[in-house]
């Protein structure tokens, strides 16, 4: 029943910006630690960012330090990554995952709950 869709994958050009968002369904999403990672054929899956409950605390592998911004809209069951500055190497498909009680957050095995993933593709 709990569904997280990502949306706003696409294909830029380097040095341009996207924004994707996830829409949860199916929890109470204000409750729930967001966290993004991301994919690129033939490697593991790594954490991107991740966004806490409450006062909102963010966290960015130092690979998107700035450049990408985590935010949430509770009212909209949605949190989004901004990504600008974006980079060939930033290419892969992109996961939005949920968890009530993160330890480590930048653990894949933190969160219970994932979407379907969108595809970015930065080119050159």
């Known amino acids: 029943q709990v569904q997280l869709v990502e949306s706003g994958g696409g294909l830029v050009q380097a040095g341009g910006s996207l924004r994707l968002s996830c829409v949860a369904a199916?929890?109470?999403?204000?409750?729930?630690?967001m966290g993004w990672f991301r994919q690129a054929p033939g490697k593991e899956r790594e954490f991107v960012a991740a966004?806490?409950?409450?006062?909102?605390?963010?966290d960015y592998a130092d690979s998107v330090e700035g450049r990408f911004t985590i935010s949430r809209n509770n009212a909209k069951n949605t949190v989004y990554l901004q990504m600008n500055s974006l980079k060939p190497e930033d290419t892969a498909v992109y996961y939005c995952?949920?968890?009530?009680?993160?330890?480590?957050?930048?653990?894949?095995?933190?969160?219970?709950?994932w979407g379907q993933g969108t595809q970015v593709t930065v080119s050159s």
């Open positions: 995952a949920a968890d009530r009680s993160v330890v480590v957050y930048f653990a894949t095995q933190s969160y219970d709950y």
């Open positions: 199916g929890l109470s999403f204000s409750n729930y630690v």
């Open positions: 966004i806490s409950r409450g006062r909102l605390n963010t």
